[in-house]
């Protein structure tokens, strides 16, 4: 297993960093949030996680090791693959995800894409007993911070943008472009989407050049 990369970035897209590791570009499947915290060019070291099927390898990267030890956890459960795992890291923190079961926060699930009603009730039976209680107070950070500033998936998302390469100026304007479907998610789920978010912002920076 490969449990950690370590190098400077040589690349980024929107769910992939590329770190070069003794002059081999290894390719790490990430969450937008860990995409928003690398620069090219810098050092970093990413948790990993390798993902191994017959017809493929897969590293996953986190921003720490309790990241890591969550996604893990997170396919213990029936119908989790790491996609889907990844995906809920994508939308909250390790410790949010522990306040989610710990509480039986049925909503805070089925606002990660691909989770359903019924799919939310079974992962809240089946993860009680795996992922324990929260480890700090991060998992109400984004409620904090949300009443007092602005909101934690426009500040990420614009990090994201930032960190592929994009002047400040440019991320400012991808955001406002997507606010209205990140309110509109909101309103449904309470919850912004940012994978998605991401992915229709460069949509309109793509077209705007």
Same mark, same amino acid.
């Given at each position: 297993m490969i449990a950690f990369v %370590?190098?400077? +970035?040589?690349?980024? @897209?929107?769910?992939? @960093?590329?770190? &070069?590791?003794?002059?081999?570009? /290894? $390719?790490?499947?990430?969450?937008?949030?860990?995409? @928003?915290?690398?620069?090219?060019?810098?050092?970093?070291?990413? !948790?990993? %996680?390798? +993902? +191994?099927?017959?017809?493929?390898?897969?590293?996953?990267?986190?921003?720490?090791?309790?990241?890591?030890? +969550?996604? &893990?956890?997170?396919?213990? !459960? %029936?119908?989790?693959?790491?996609?889907? $795992?990844? @995906? /809920?890291?994508?939308?909250?923190?390790?410790? !949010?995800?522990?306040?989610?079961?710990?509480?039986?926060d049925e909503k805070a699930l089925t606002a990660v894409p691909g989770i359903g009603k019924k799919g939310a009730q079974k992962l809240l039976l089946e993860l009680k007993d795996k992922l324990g209680q929260p480890l700090g107070s991060s998992g109400l950070v984004g409620q904090q911070r949300g009443a007092t500033g602005p909101a934690p998936w426009t500040e990420q998302l614009s990090a994201a943008l930032i960190g592929l390469g994009y002047a400040s100026r440019e991320a400012e304007e991808a955001v406002a472009a997507v606010t209205p479907q990140a309110e509109a998610a909101l309103a449904e789920t309470g919850s912004a989407p940012v994978p998605q978010l991401l992915r229709a912002a460069l949509q309109t920076l793509n077209r705007a050049r």
């Open positions: %370590s190098g400077p +970035v040589a690349a980024l @897209a929107p769910t992939t @960093a590329v770190v &070069e590791v003794g002059g081999v570009g /290894m $390719a790490v499947q990430c969450t937008p949030n860990t995409i @928003a915290g690398l620069r090219v060019g810098e050092h970093t070291r990413l !948790a990993t %996680s390798l +993902v +191994v099927r017959e017809d493929s390898l897969t590293l996953y990267g986190f921003a720490d090791d309790d990241e890591r030890q +969550v996604f &893990e956890l997170l396919q213990t !459960a %029936s119908g989790v693959g790491p996609r889907l $795992a990844q @995906a /809920m890291l994508g939308v909250h923190s390790p410790d !949010a995800l522990r306040l989610a079961v710990s509480t039986g």
